[in-house]
């Protein structure tokens, strides 16, 4: 584990060189991996650190001296103004990565934002890597039958919504690889999103303007106007936008957003309440896709896992209508012995976990009858679909993650 032991890490009195030292914290950030920066002034000093996954790792703890200094180098590359100490700011810094091998350099976005606190102000940079390879269809992380299943989805034009819970579950860069399905310059793709966070070329990409009253349906109302094939609406929120999205897909376009709810078959409740005509949702809704994350596992310290009888007795159960009998008892699991390459934690990076509901005949009538969400998912448990424990299992059976991270989404 790294060392988050507060007495023993030491406060650095001077920073000789500010540009130096922020270039060097970038560089770090970027080549651990790291998704967010975090800059927090206390009252003696800043603390500085690295998420990773879901843990912080410390990068520096600077005598508050250099609070100023600091604020002001980041604010000058983020574009911000630097006086401005009283109200919240951000924007983006786009970061120049260029390490020893060339090949590799990369320009990397950065969301910046700050928020004045008891003493100066905190800062947070969100690292967005443009790594077309996250975006690459094997590194969903969907299981074959899923991708099949998404796949023939995403043929149709109706509504498709996924489900990313909680906050900062990635949905973003699943959000673009559903677009990347498709040609861009055979149909009018147009999103609205809050905020942009990838730049996609030939796609017309806009954001919400809360600041001048310029919401997700009155975007959408406009935009119908522009002639679209495919809308991409970041966050379905309020009734207003949900009945524009329904609207929408029923007149031949195909609708992608996603929605707050906890499960698959508990959006279609989520739906209704917000007033979405039953009838109209059985013909609009073609899919769900909830997705989650779960911490990968490092493939360079894998030993087998001998789960507790107990356990096994669980976690057979969980599998019991979609694996065979003879596939239940040769099943196998895996866990970590701790090595350098994952830096002893046992994982390394993440993956994604999903629920492929797909609107089928079967769940129309009982969607029309207000069914509860327990009895959604029964049915379409009884029509394959797999959820969101029993796919973070089956990735475990794949050394993918654990059985200790998948029997946590229960
Ligand atoms: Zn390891």
Redesign the pocket.
């Known amino acids: 584990m790294p060392n988050l032991d507060i007495n023993s890490i030491k406060i650095r009195r001077e920073v000789s060189d500010i540009i130096t030292y922020v270039s060097d914290l970038f560089l770090e950030a970027v080549e651990s991996w790291s998704s967010d920066i975090h800059i927090e002034p206390n009252r003696d000093f800043i603390l500085i650190r690295f998420r990773q996954d879901w843990d912080f790792t410390i990068f520096d703890k600077l005598d508050v001296k250099n609070t100023s200094t600091l604020l002001t180098r980041l604010k000058v590359l983020a574009r911000v103004k630097i006086d401005e100490n009283k109200k919240p700011q951000d924007w983006k810094i786009v970061y120049n990565y260029e390490p020893t091998n060339w090949d590799d350099r990369e320009i990397i976005d950065v969301r910046f934002s700050t928020l004045p606190t008891a003493y100066w102000e905190k800062i947070v940079m969100r690292i967005l890597r443009q790594d077309t390879s996250l975006i690459d269809i094997t590194k969903l992380w969907l299981l074959p039958a899923n991708l099949e299943r998404v796949r023939k989805a995403l043929k149709s034009k109706y509504w498709i919504i996924l489900v990313a819970w909680p906050t900062g579950s990635w949905k973003s860069t699943t959000l673009f690889w559903v677009l990347k399905n498709y040609n861009p310059l055979e149909y009018n793709i147009s999103t609205l999103e809050d905020p942009i966070e990838y730049d996609i070329d030939y796609v017309n990409q806009s954001q919400v303007r809360p600041d001048i009253w310029y919401w997700f349906a009155d975007w959408l109302k406009s935009l119908m106007r522009q002639d679209p094939d495919i809308i991409m609406v970041w966050e379905i929120r309020d009734k207003e936008t949900s009945n524009l999205a329904v609207e929408a897909a029923l007149t031949g376009h195909l609708v992608v957003s996603t929605i707050h709810t906890n499960s698959a078959a508990a959006t279609i409740q989520r739906l209704t309440n917000m007033w979405v005509e039953t009838f109209l949702l059985v013909s609009a809704l073609k899919m769900i896709i909830s997705q989650r994350l779960a911490k990968r596992t490092?493939?360079?310290?894998k030993i087998e896992d001998k789960l507790s009888e107990a356990k096994m007795i669980t976690v057979r159960k969980i599998l019991d209508n979609i694996l065979s009998k003879e596939d239940l008892s040769n099943i196998v699991f895996y866990k970590?012995?701790?090595?350098?390459?994952?830096n002893?934690?046992?994982y390394?990076w993440r993956i994604w976990i999903h629920e492929v509901l797909i609107m089928e005949d079967y769940l129309e009538k009982p969607i029309l009858d207000d069914a509860s969400s327990n009895h959604l998912k029964e049915l379409a448990m009884e029509n394959w679909m797999i959820t969101i424990v029993q796919d973070a299992l089956l990735k475990a059976t794949l050394w993918d993650t654990t059985v200790e991270e998948a029997l946590k989404l229960i």
């Open positions: 490092c493939k360079f310290c970590w012995a701790w090595c350098e390459k994952c002893n934690s046992g390394k």
